[in-house]
């Protein structure tokens, strides 16, 4: 049997790396982008989606449509997430001053609400003995591990991220036998989420969007479904809550 992958934010570098890893090892994936994907030379069992508008409706629509059409998914990696915008001069906050009300939406409905969103619905689709779902999420997402501050928004819409999955995960595990859901931190990727914050990561410590595709496909083979949700980074490490 073939598994079934969706991968959510496919116009992005992780995820393009996973698109590819997964469509090489066998996986039908469908990839769902905001904008335009160029498909040029990409494998047969690639198939780009474009859902422009990633709200509660057209997220249903698009869940309900693979529904009707039989689709049963095996993995979901879920890839969105927003750090900064120069063009509307949003950047990680330093000091409580810098926290701006269009910053602090910004944050969360792209790295809170459009995940919880796809969570809600996916669970309709997904194989009941089967289950594994992912969001990138954040160290800066720990709130036991924070120790330095600033980074308001990003670190609260990561926490937020991070308590809804987990909760999903009761439930998930109530409906789809062994489901096992996942925050995973992929470090420092060389993409264009990280670019302005890369200046002080040492060379060894910035990675490359294939290497932490490879390390979540990797973890994932690995990791306990008896425990229905789990936080680890890029080495596999438990990161605390």
């Known amino acids: 049997m073939t598994t079934k992958t969706l991968i959510v934010g496919a116009s992005g570098g992780i995820a393009s790396a996973l698109i590819h ?3 090489s090892r066998g996986d039908d994936v469908i990839a769902v982008t905001r904008g335009s994907v160029s498909t040029d030379g990409s ?20 869940i309900e449509q693979l529904r009707e059409d039989g689709v049963v998914l095996n993995t ?15 950047h ?34 997904m194989d009941k003995n089967d289950a594994t779902l992912v969001c990138l999420s954040a160290r800066v997402g720990s709130i036991s591990d924070n120790g330095l501050g600033g980074w308001y928004g990003y670190r609260a819409s990561k926490a937020a991220l991070n308590m809804f999955v987990k909760t999903a995960s009761v439930e998930y595990q109530r409906r789809l036998k062994h489901a096992l ?61």
Not at 76 to 90: R, S
Request: charged share 20%; aromatic share 10%.
């Open 21 to 23: 890893q997964c469509a």
């Open 43 to 62: 494998a047969s069992n690639i198939t780009y989606v474009q859902l422009a508008e990633q709200d509660d409706k057209h997220i249903a629509s698009f």
């Open 76 to 90: 979901v990696i879920i890839t969105t997430g927003f750090l900064h915008d120069e063009n509307k001069k949003i």
């Open 92 to 125: 990680p906050e330093k000091r409580l001053e810098d926290v701006r009300e269009d910053a602090l939406e910004t944050y969360f409905a792209v790295n809170t609400i459009i995940p919880s969103l796809w969570i809600k619905h996916l669970v309709n689709v």
């Open 181 to 241: 859901l996942v925050c995973y931190h992929p470090g420092t990727v060389d993409t264009s989420l990280s670019k302005p914050f890369q200046k002080n990561v040492a060379a060894k410590k910035l990675f490359t969007p294939d290497f932490t595709a490879k390390q979540l496909l990797s973890h994932l083979s690995s990791l306990n479904r008896e425990q229905t949700c789990h936080f680890i980074d890029w080495d596999g490490q438990v990161v605390t809550w």
